[in-house]
């Protein structure tokens, strides 16, 4: 079968490269660059835990190397500190990393791995679908053509396969904007991001009142100062004063000695695709959505979109054609990004506006600063990653079911389980390749040697109903879940998203869920799944 064509070598076209390959699925990258990235300090991201734990799995780099794992987070206003978070190990840490650093990553990752092919200095400009399968041309040095089963545009927000396509890309210009320096200095705090709104000093030139400052390693400070609506220019001159004025601020007066790096402009906005989907053809990342009001949490959604994408495009190239599972990915990704949009549409107005949110937040310059706190760590309605609660590839109602602390729909927790070989791995590291994964939670299996328990209690009954699944299943076990009794049984998506926790070994109930999760029609599961139940 011809390979995945993956039009764009950003981060998010490396990653769902990847992805597909550690599934076994040949792709072709078509880059329009020469195969490396300029370094641009001043451009950085921040990755939430489970995408962090995505392009460890793909890469096989531990991020926290190369990136920035913050202590804490402080919100002040004025010289009043609103809010102080303290990270101790107990909860997810955001991982604040320069974007070149990280795609320098998977473009080594992608230059070991043989089902992978980089075509440099390719530029797309045309293509043609049938019901087989895609072409593409692109012109360059070696303009050729190339021929794909599906093609996935991840060629950034001037896409040019949504332009070949005729998808329309609604949405408002110039949401923000953000003056943004990169510089190595040494600030009174210590590896703590800091959110400063109405700082005490005078600054130059115009100023919306904010400046965030987020740790990067070997001492480098990536430092955004929200510039007021409008087009005034931001001249190098003005950028040094504000920089000084800055550091001199929150350091008694006095500028502290700094090397500057790298500035920009970083103005956001924000749009949505009117499709992600059209029959061979996707949109993946910048191509389908601009967002990213806080300034680094974009890509962190793009990275989503791969996750999402590379199971089922595996599936359907496997499998054959699979309409239901390929729809899907469009349904979910994108109400989770319309909602993400939404809410940032409707908060940021009242946020930024002063006085007007207190007409809606009774008192609260407090909550004010909570929301946009929760927001830049991933929290809350401007930051949580979102459920597919709504899924089409969620099972009907089930009468084994019983809940967790995880909803269905929502990512897993990160617990030790214990492989089918008994070895102890994290429960993330089987994510990726392609299988459903059977969980399930017997306190006590952790200290007796797989052989103990694998042929007791419930474990046969359970092996038997996994083998008779209607796709692969990898059965693990864990000692506890948080939520869950003993006897429970989780069954999760190759990304991570759980499908539904059974009480107990019900095998009808788990080949409905499985079948629904591979996006195979409702009726004859649960009949399907009695009579293997039965056997």
Avoid at 125 to 133: I, L
Avoid at 337 to 343: E, G, T
Wanted: proline share 7%; glycine share 12%.
């Amino acid at each position: 079968m011809d390979p995945v064509i993956v039009v764009g070598a950003g981060p998010v076209g490396l990653t769902l490269a990847l992805a597909l390959a550690r599934q076994e699925v040949p792709c072709v990258v078509l880059d329009e660059g020469p195969g490396k990235d300029e370094p641009r300090a001043s451009r950085t991201v921040v990755l939430r835990e489970d995408t962090t734990a995505l392009i460890e799995r793909l890469t096989g780099v531990p991020l926290d190397r190369v990136g920035a794992h913050w202590a804490g987070w402080r919100s002040v206003r004025r010289k009043q500190v609103m809010r102080e978070v303290f990270f101790d190990g107990t909860e997810p840490v955001p991982l604040h990393i320069a974007q070149h650093v990280l795609t320098d990553a998977l473009r080594a990752a992608v230059a070991g791995e043989p089902l992978v092919k980089m075509a440099v200095e390719s530029r797309l400009d045309g293509m043609e679908q049938e019901a087989s399968g895609v072409t593409a041309h692109t012109r360059g040095p070696k303009g050729t053509w190339w021929r794909g089963s599906y093609l996935v545009g991840c060629d950034g927000p001037r896409s040019t396969v949504r332009k070949l396509q005729d998808i329309r890309f609604p949405g408002r210009t110039a949401v923000e904007r953000h003056a943004v320096a990169a510089l190595r200095t040494e600030l009174p705090w210590y590896n703590e991001a800091l959110l400063h709104r109405m700082p005490p000093w005078r600054m130059s030139g115009p100023s919306a009142g904010e400046v965030t400052a987020r740790p990067l390693p070997d001492g480098v400070w990536r430092l955004d100062w929200l510039l007021p609506p409008g087009k005034d220019l931001v001249t190098p001159e003005l950028l040094l004063t504000r920089i000084r004025e800055t550091l001199a601020g929150w350091s008694g007066g006095t500028t502290p000695p700094y090397e500057l790096l790298d500035t920009g402009v970083h103005t956001v906005h924000h749009r949505l695709a009117r499709r992600w989907r059209a029959d061979r053809v996707f949109l993946a990342g910048d191509a389908a959505h601009l967002h990213g009001s806080l300034g680094t949490h974009g890509l962190d959604e793009g990275l989503r979109d791969a996750d999402n994408l590379a199971w089922k495009l595996a599936l359907a190239w496997h499998h054959g054609p699979h309409d239901a599972l390929l729809d899907s990915y469009q349904t979910e990704r994108r109400a989770i990004v319309a909602a993400r949009l939404r809410a940032a549409d409707q908060a940021l107005p009242l946020l930024r506006g002063g006085g007007g949110l207190r007409s809606y937040v009774p008192g609260s310059a407090r909550g004010h600063d909570s929301l946009l706190t929760d927001g830049h760590l991933g929290h809350g309605q401007l930051g949580a990653p979102g459920a597919y609660a709504d899924s089409p590839l969620a099972p009907p109602h089930l009468e084994g079911e019983v809940p967790v602390q995880t909803s269905p729909g929502s990512s897993v927790i990160d617990v030790r389980v214990t492989a089918e070989d008994g070895t102890f791995v994290r429960l993330r590291d089987r994510l990726g390749r392609g299988s459903l994964l059977v969980v399930l939670i017997a306190p006590g299996t952790g200290v007796w040697e797989r052989r103990h328990w694998v042929s007791a209690g419930i474990m046969p009954q359970l092996a038997a109903a996994v083998m008779a699944l209607p796709h692969h299943a990898e059965l693990l076990v864990a000692e506890s879940y948080p939520g869950a009794a003993a006897h429970t049984v989780l069954l999760v998506r190759p990304d991570g998203h759980l499908v539904t926790a059974l009480g107990g070994v019900r095998p009808a109930d788990l080949y409905t869920a499985a079948e629904a999760a591979v996006g195979g029609p409702a009726k004859a599961q649960a009949e399907a799944g009695a009579t293997a139940g039965s056997r």
